[in-house]
């Protein structure tokens, strides 16, 4: 089967606080599937960058008395440091400060106005006397017209009503806390409507391969009524305007995160010898797109992206799976700083390690559905799956072997009907897999670990040994097998697991494919594949939000 082209763009986590479990559940899928496709030996691009503009970020700047670059940077080589720590392998994870950004963004955006898709409004806008300067929505605090209660010009702090800051009672700059006024302004607006059948023609053709929520938040979004967006921003931080009477402005973040997974692409395809635009073309018969983000992020994914894309004129394919994921809730809370419930990916990394992390969220993730997360399923999950019948399956195999035969295994014959299992479980995982359906494939691997355990259990090679040595080196060789080919097919989603039992077996590295193996086998260095949680470990403390200034 020839290589086939396969780009996956992973969601950029906003860079103003720490990655949590939702981010976390959201863009696990993302490595699984880049790992999965390499294992294929496909030419994967998988790219993703820390968003590091908009309003939130200068607001918390101005607060701490440090630089938006500061916030930003901080939290960057924080993500950073988390997805290694998760084990994710980018091939670039950059940001959206990076001038390789600026320049491919400041470029998409002349060439979206000179194909007719930016035009110029005048708007009245709210404006401080005292500040000599228009508000952006963060910038405003008022009054919710809803319920009542302390709002931003964008969303209710009390009710969490989205907002337009046109609706907001009794609205004070936040920074000066003077009345505002209101003053004509001129911004760049995307012509968004002229997508529409572009937008629908894409959700009718993805009916089976965008996720059920992607399509129903699609729709909605489309039934609703597309409008012109603003594509610029009163900003002095963020992607410069390439239009003169702009300097004051900068391209509004929405417009130009999503340009990340293009800006970002094209430099790893630049050094790898690859003509991207070949690459990405929608005439590329061998390629294949993934986005892998959150429920909040399918409207930018399904439609704003999209259209984007189809504004470029440039025959770029649009979005082949979305891969978009529901919410998690903590002990069947919805979690928030506020609400001290917090739980971020570092803690969770620091109480149970990568692999188990990775297996939960791979295998009770928030794929079609919320779902409710607690330390004790995690620990239960982790004691059931990963050392009851992953670890169990390997190590009593290997432990046996070490104490009655020096930890030599000798060759012998693989049961046909295993062989015959195991390539029908390659290719369902495999499935599963390019579908998207990660919870799906994992199911799968469930399946086959338990049918090793079994397969085990029923030939009793503890009696074999001391009654037909040919028998007990047959079922021996044959569990080998199986770890082998475990060993390939957990990989996506367990790395060290996988490297553990090959570091043991003496096995080539990852590939999706049949692990066969011959000749007799030496166990080299044996260790326990997961060691059991035996307490809850439940104490969390979530801190309170520290300054980058104290850092």
Known sequence: MAKRDIFIGGAWPYANYYLHVGHLAALLPGDILAK????????????????????????????????????????????????????????????????????????????????????????????????????????????????????????????????????VLDKHCIKCGQLTTSRPNKHLYFTLPKFE??????????????????????????????????????????????????????????????????????????????????????????????????????????????????????????????????????????????????????ELLEMFGSDTVRFYFAFKGPETNDVNCSIDDIVQTHNKFLVGMLGNFVNRNLSFIAKKFDGNIKEGIIDESVKELTQKTYQLIGEYFEKGEIKNAVGQM????????????????????????????NTTYTCTYMMANISNMINPVLPNGSRLIKQMLHLPEFSWKEQLISGDIKIEDLQLLYNRIEEKKNNVHVDDETSVKKM
């Open 36 to 167: 999965y496709f390499r294992g294929k030996g496909d030419n994967v691009i998988y790219v993703s960058g820390s968003d590091c503009h908009g309003t939130p970020i200068t607001e918390r700047a101005r607060k701490e008395g440090v630089s938006p670059s500061e916030i930003a940077t901080h939290y960057h080589n924080e993500f950073k440091k988390t997805f290694d720590n998760l084990g994710f392998e980018y091939d670039e994870y950059s940001t959206t400060m990076s001038e390789h950004h600026k320049a491919y963004v400041m470029e998409q955006f002349k060439r979206m106005m000179d194909n007719g898709y930016i035009y110029e409004k005048e708007e009245m806008e709210d404006y401080c006397e005292t500040c000599q300067k228009f508000l952006a929505d963060r910038e405003i605090s008022g009054t919710c017209p809803y319920c009542g209660g302390k709002s931003t010009g964008d969303q209710c702090e009390q009710c969490n009503h989205s907002l337009n800051s046109s609706e």
């Open 197 to 346: 059948g572009v937008l629908q023609d894409l959700i009718n053709k993805n009916k089976f391969t965008w996720r059920k929520n992607a399509l129903g938040e699609a729709q909605k979004y489309i039934d609703m009524g597309l409008v012109d967006r603003a594509a610029t921003r009163q900003l002095d931080w963020g992607v410069p305007v390439p239009v003169p009477g702009y300097e004051d402005k900068r391209i509004y973040v929405w417009f130009e995160a999503v340009l990340g997974y293009l800006s970002v692409g094209k430099e790893v395809a630049e050094k790898r010898g690859i003509d991207f635009d070949k690459f990405m073309s929608d005439d590329n018969e061998n390629l294949k797109t993934y986005y892998v983000h959150g429920k909040d992020n399918i409207p930018f994914h399904t439609t704003i992206y999209p259209a984007i894309l189809a504004s470029l004129k440039n025959n770029y394919r649009l979005p082949d799976y979305i891969v978009s994921s529901a919410y998690v809730n903590l002990n069947n809370e919805k979690m928030s700083k506020s609400k001290g419930n917090l739980i971020t990916a570092n």
């Open 446 to 473: 469930i399946e086959y670990i338990s049918m090793a355990n079994k397969y085990y259990d029923s030939k009793q090679p503890w009696i074999q040994v001391k009654e037909n040595i040919d028998d007990f080196n």
